[in-house]
């Protein structure tokens, strides 16, 4: 009897799958190879995609392992059905691969309202844009048999960029002087590199600081998950603009440093803060850092006003806001030396 799945173009011969179960134990061992393969070229369903699936694309087949998780608006750990982690049977290298999956929604950020899209095209396109980049995960779009626009990309081994810098934090003045200067000129390197797209007109779409991951083999940072595009008729970068300004928050301050930490640290610098002072999108998290810790450069706490809902002016390009940062790195720098 040939395996295969009903729904691939032709079926698949003994000799085929006899072959991609010694790719399979010459990866991963024999106790990892199914009784019977089910190879899938048409992942329409991407819920019958299923673990230990071959899925065969471009010439090339994935095992299939378990489901990518994430949080989202506050949940946490949910999973991403159209997500895979797969073993290439080629080289045996780790990938993700990322199935069709349309999602629209609108959002509202300090009273703008945006329409995001999920566009696995627009996706494909960046991994063309940024093929080589070092601040970018690195991947290839492939159509499946029916067409779907699949995206295969290189697994990084590593560690979300939120976990890394809350491993540094601790005493904030500490921070402050040891860990902070470094991290701004990593950030300088991570916000450039969102520059580079949108000089290309093109947007992350979906900026969070769970979304850069620090590679564990060298230590860069890559921006991962370009699949969003966020519209605003005023300025289409203005997304992606207010999401490097969370994460710069989060840098600045060890930590999101939230009214209700403040109450209970009861810490004084509530009695000096007003609502001018928090972020224009999350109005309990303080943008005026310096009422907080007083040591912060008036250049950087510049920088991050900008992100308050007291802003006089806002960023329009992300190259002011880089050009900005780099003012702030150097008046750091010169605190320490």
């Known amino acids: 009897m040939v395996e295969g799945d009903p729904r691939s173009k032709g079926a698949v011969p003994h000799t085929d799958i006899a072959r991609l179960k010694e790719r399979i134990e010459a990866f991963l061992g024999s106790a990892k190879v199914p009784a019977r393969l089910r190879v899938v070229q048409d ?74 899209v999920r566009s696995p095209a627009k996706e494909g396109r960046i991994l063309e844009l940024t093929a080589g980049h070092p601040r970018f995960m690195q991947g290839i779009t492939v159509a499946d048999s029916a067409g779907n ?71 860069t940072c890559r921006w991962v998950d370009f699949d969003y595009s966020c519209f605003l008729r005023e300025n289409q970068f203005a997304y992606d603009l207010a999401g490097l300004g969370n994460v710069l928050l989060f840098l600045a301050g060890g930590g999101d440093v939230t009214t209700q930490q403040l109450t209970r640290e009861g810490s004084p610098a509530l009695g000096h803060l007003g609502p001018e002072d928090m972020n224009i999108i999350f109005r309990n998290r303080v943008a005026n850092l310096r009422k907080v810790y007083p040591y912060i450069s008036e250049e950087l706490n510049y920088v991050l006003m900008h992100f308050s809902c007291g802003a006089r002016a806002y960023y329009r390009t992300t190259g002011e806001l880089v050009d900005d940062l780099h003012e702030a790195l150097k008046r750091t720098e010169k605190e320490i030396l």
């Not at 699936?53 to 991403?80: A, W």
């Not at 809350?166 to 921070?175: F, Q, T």
């Not at 991290?183 to 590199?193: K, Q, R, T």
Request: hydrophobic share 35%; glycine share 10%; with cysteine.
């Open 43 to 116: 992942t329409t369903d991407y819920f019958r995609v299923d673990y230990d699936d071959i899925l065969s694309l471009g010439g090339r087949h994935y095992l299939i392992r378990h489901y990518e998780r994430e949080g989202r608006f506050g949940i946490d750990e949910q999973p991403k059905f159209w997500v895979r982690r797969a073993v290439d049977l080629t080289d045996g290298s780790l990938k993700v691969i990322k199935m069709v999956f349309h999602e629209r929604f609108t959002t509202n950020y300090g009273g703008m309202v945006f329409e995001c």
């Open 149 to 219: 626009l699949v995206r295969v990309i290189d697994y990084i081994r590593g560690t979300p960029y939120q976990q890394y810098v809350s491993a540094l934090a601790g005493d904030h003045e500490e921070y402050y002087y040891t860990h902070l200067p470094g991290l701004l000129s990593e950030f300088v390197e991570i916000a450039g590199a969102i520059a580079f797209l949108h000089e290309h007109g093109q947007t992350h779409g979906d900026i969070r600081r769970d979304h850069i991951i620090r590679d564990r083999s060298d230590g």
